[in-house]
T-cell receptor, first 113, second 107 residues
Framework: DGGITQSPKYLFRKEGQNVTLSCEQN?????MYWYRQDPGQGLRLIYY???????QKGDIAEGYSVSREKKESFPLTVTSAQKNPTAFYLC????????????FGSGTRLTVV | LAKTTQPISMDSYEGQEVNITCSHN???????ITWYQQFPSQGPRFIIQ???TKVTNEVASLFIPADRKSSTLSLPRVSLSDTAVYYC????????FGTGTRLLVSP
């Protein structure tokens, strides 16, 4: 079955360490997105990529970095510069063109101690 | 990007029809209107999408007036499992999520 996979589901890191969250999709979607969700809040856009080797900052990109070397993969690195990294991170993909429906992964809950 | 406004929360009972209205006064010509459902600790799930008039699928209907400045998600005969947060989004390539509407369905 086609889908979008995020791993791991839970992640614990010490303060000051960089951590990379994985996002892989086999839907052949062109566009991929990273969102952050804090308790009781909506989703906020971190980064997005419309095509391979290209990406744009979202609303809260500071302290995060991404790469898009392959169509299937869009990893997110949470750097030590991110002041409050503890959150629920969601990856999504979209086919592109006139298909505006997003497919979301199941999320990674990152806890920094 | 068009901003959306929807009620923070709604309560209903099993078997009732629930209508959640979203306003989007600054919607652009290219924008579609999309609704998502989210359960705790899960990614949002696509419910329905439309551009104008009425769209219906197996789980919901979406009503969009001619001026497209608002839309209404209609959930027929809700059950306890419909308790979730519902997001209304307007956009093209980049979707902006608000805080959504928390729907609580009681027995």
């Amino acid at each position: 079955d086609g889908g979008i996979t995020q791993s791991p589901k839970y992640l614990f890191r010490k303060e000051g360490q960089n951590v990379t969250l994985s996002c892989e999709q086999n839907l052949n979607h062109d566009a991929m997105y990273w969102y952050r969700q804090d308790p009781g809040q909506g989703l906020r856009l971190i980064y997005y990529s419309q095509i391979v080797n290209d990406f744009q900052k979202g609303d809260i990109a500071e302290g995060y970095s991404v790469s898009r070397e392959k169509k299937e993969s869009f990893p997110l690195t949470v750097t030590s510069a991110q002041k409050n990294p503890t959150a629920f991170y969601l990856c999504a993909s979209r086919a592109g063109g006139t298909d505006y429906g997003y497919t979301f992964g199941s999320g990674t809950r990152l806890t920094v101690v | 990007l068009a901003k959306t406004t929807q009620p923070i929360s709604m309560d209903s009972y099993e078997g009732q029809e629930v209508n959640i209205t979203c306003s989007h006064n600054n919607i652009a010509t290219n924008d579609y209107i999309t609704w998502y459902q989210q359960f705790p600790s899960q990614g949002p799930r696509f419910i329905i999408q439309g551009y104008k008039t009425k769209v219906t699928n197996e789980v919901a209907s979406l009503f969009i007036p001619a001026d497209r400045k608002s839309s209404t998600l209609s959930l027929p005969r809700v059950s306890l499992s419909d308790t979730a947060v519902y997001y209304c989004l307007v956009g093209f390539q980049k979707l902006v999520f608000g805080t959504g509407t928390r729907l609580l369905v009681s027995p």
